[in-house]
């Protein structure tokens, strides 16, 4: 698998309608529940991770930023032991690649504060996640979102990451 380390991608509208093109499926709290079990579970995004620990449903990794879509802030506070990362909206960057690399398949719960955006950090985990992950995170006025991790979706995104302009 080539390294990302170092390197900053741009995300432009073409790419963005590309990664809204992942095979996903809404899913319910029941479904997720049937989905992920015996599984490891990865979600990104303040209100999914919420919803997700409400539920009672573990995780072994959240990427967060501390926020929700319309930019709220307060209520997703920051927690202790957190890896704190940056990657500014539009660009996925090496300093990401690298966490994701680095934590996601480490045993125990990681977090990840993103000191930007996070909802491009479905792109790194669908690439150093193991197969057969089932990563969760929401879409705005529709629901959650299920993408299973297989060799498929794995080669598509690094076809996509090519395809992306490097900074």
């Known amino acids: 698998m080539q390294s990302r380390s170092g390197s900053n991608y741009l995300v432009d509208s073409r790419t963005?309608?590309?990664i809204t093109g992942f095979k996903h499926r809404i899913c319910t709290i029941d479904e997720i529940r049937k989905y992920s079990?015996?599984?490891k579970v990865i979600a990104v995004g303040d209100v999914t991770s919420a919803n997700?620990?409400?539920a009672g449903i573990h995780v072994s990794m959240e990427v967060v930023d501390l926020k929700t879509?319309?930019?709220e802030t307060g209520m997703f506070p920051h927690?202790?032991?957190?890896i704190r990362v940056h990657n500014p909206a539009g660009t996925l960057t090496g300093e990401l690649f690298d966490a994701i690399s680095k934590y996601v398949n480490e045993p125990g719960f990681k977090r990840i504060e993103i000191l930007?955006?996070?909802d491009l950090s479905v792109i790194p985990i669908i690439i150093y996640t193991e197969l057969n992950t089932l990563i969760l995170y929401g879409i705005p006025d529709v629901g959650m979102a299920c993408l299973d991790v297989t060799t498929e979706l794995r080669k598509h995104v690094?076809?996509?990451i090519e395809g992306m302009e490097k900074t």
Do not use: Y
């Open 52 to 54: 997700l620990r409400k």
């Open 116 to 118: 930007g955006e996070e």
């Open 16 to 18: 963005r309608d590309l």
């Open 79 to 82: 927690q202790p032991g957190s």
């Open 37 to 39: 079990s015996g599984r």
């Open 69 to 71: 879509r319309r930019g």
């Open 158 to 160: 690094n076809e996509l």
